[in-house]
């Protein structure tokens, strides 16, 4: 295999209703028959996506941002969080009742039993509210803590924090991850281990947390209905999700 493609999954992957284009399937099939690897790269947890990958036949990707990679069903690379200053952070969010979902490669669980923004913003992913544990992170490797707050209010814990970085992805909910920590520190493993060069390295992606992967890919490539910023960062613009972006884009590239 002489090359490979990288997919984000929510807004490239997946259409606005969190559903597998047909067409994004066939093109994901058809790179496969011409000898390309095909990975995810996504901020969702290994556990948030089994199906999608089980639908795509896809065995290696780079998850939580980066901080969690496997090649061939084999984790290779793990960065979790460092749990003394998580616990920290957790006893000074919860004075500013600022609620946390704690994630490790297997699960999560929310340091609280209910609460509204845990539930719209998971919601939104087709996530139910986790279950109640608030010492989840004693003992326990976490490669993504879920920081829920109104924008703005993050900056805070930006502030206080420089272990970790801090990525909105929703209006009311922030990925906790390692500083210098990003999807494209996962893909450097990856392809490092297959052994591709960096320009025969592609991504695809729509949001603020794909900047690092777009710049480390050869071509990196903005789904129509991707940020402005990674547009302008983007080697090309393909269609939106909703009307067959992946496979448009795989055709120009001429991948398929």
């Known amino acids: 295999m002489s ?26 099939r058809l790179l496969k028959d011409n000898g390309v690897f095909v990975a995810i790269s996504t901020g969702r947890a290994p556990f948030m996506f089994e199906s999608l990958r089980e639908e795509l036949e896809i065995d290696s990707f780079v998850s939580y941002n980066g901080q969690y990679v496997v090649f061939e069903n084999e984790a290779i690379y793990q960065n979790p969080l ?75 814990y930006r502030e206080h924090y420089p272990e970790f970085t801090f990525i909105r992805w929703h209006q009311y909910s922030v990925d906790i991850l390692p500083a210098g ?50 547009k302008e960062l983007a080697d090309f613009v393909t269609r939106d999700v909703d009307d067959d972006g992946i496979w448009h884009g795989l055709k120009k590239l001429e991948l398929i």
Request: with cysteine; aromatic share 10%.
């Open 181 to 230: 920590g990003s999807k494209a520190e996962g893909i450097k493993k990856l392809i490092s281990r297959l052994g591709f060069r960096p320009e025969d390295v592609y991504a695809f992606g729509d949001g603020l947390n794909d900047f690092e992967m777009l710049r480390t890919a050869g071509t990196g490539v903005a789904m129509g209905n991707a940020v402005p910023e990674l």
């Open 82 to 156: 460092n749990s003394l200053k998580i616990e920290e952070l957790f006893l000074n969010a919860k004075t500013k009742e600022h609620p946390l979902v704690f994630m490790n490669h297997l699960t999560m669980k929310s340091s609280v039993k209910h609460h509204e923004y845990i539930e719209t913003s998971l919601g939104g992913l087709k996530f139910t509210h986790p279950n109640h544990d608030d010492s989840f992170y004693e003992g326990r490797e976490l490669y993504q803590t879920l920081l829920f707050c109104r924008e703005g209010e993050e900056e805070y």
């Open 3 to 28: 090359k490979i493609v990288f997919f984000d999954i929510d807004g490239t992957l997946l259409d606005h209703d969190k559903n597998l284009p047909s067409s994004a399937k066939k093109a994901i």
